[in-house]
C-alpha cells in the first residue's frame, strides 16, 4: 500500500508527470507514491522523471485494463 495515491487517467502528456512531481515535492523522504495513468507517454516521461530527480521507481506496469502503474519512493 501506497502513502499516497494519484489518478492520472485520462490526463494526456505532459500533465501527468507534472502532477507527479507536484505531489512528490509534499511527500516526505521515504514515503511512497502510486500513479495511475492511461497516457502511453506517461511511461517514458516518468522514467525520464527519476532518473533526473533520483527519486526511485519501484514498480512499473501495465494494468488488465490497459491502463499504466507506478510506485515511487520519495528519495
Not at 494526456?12 to 495513468?37: F, I, W, Y
Request: charged share 30%.
Amino acid at each position: 500500500m501506497a502513502d499516497h495515491e494519484l489518478d492520472v487517467r485520462g490526463v494526456n502528456c505532459p500533465v501527468p508527470v507534472m502532477r507527479m512531481r507536484k505531489e512528490l515535492e509534499t511527500m516526505t523522504s521515504g514515503q511512497t507514491l502510486r500513479v495511475l495513468a492511461s497516457d502511453p507517454g506517461s511511461v517514458r516521461d516518468i522514467n525520464a522523471y527519476v532518473k533526473s530527480s533520483g527519486d526511485t521507481l519501484l514498480e512499473s506496469k501495465k494494468t488488465p485494463e490497459g491502463d499504466f502503474e507506478f510506485l515511487l519512493k520519495r528519495v
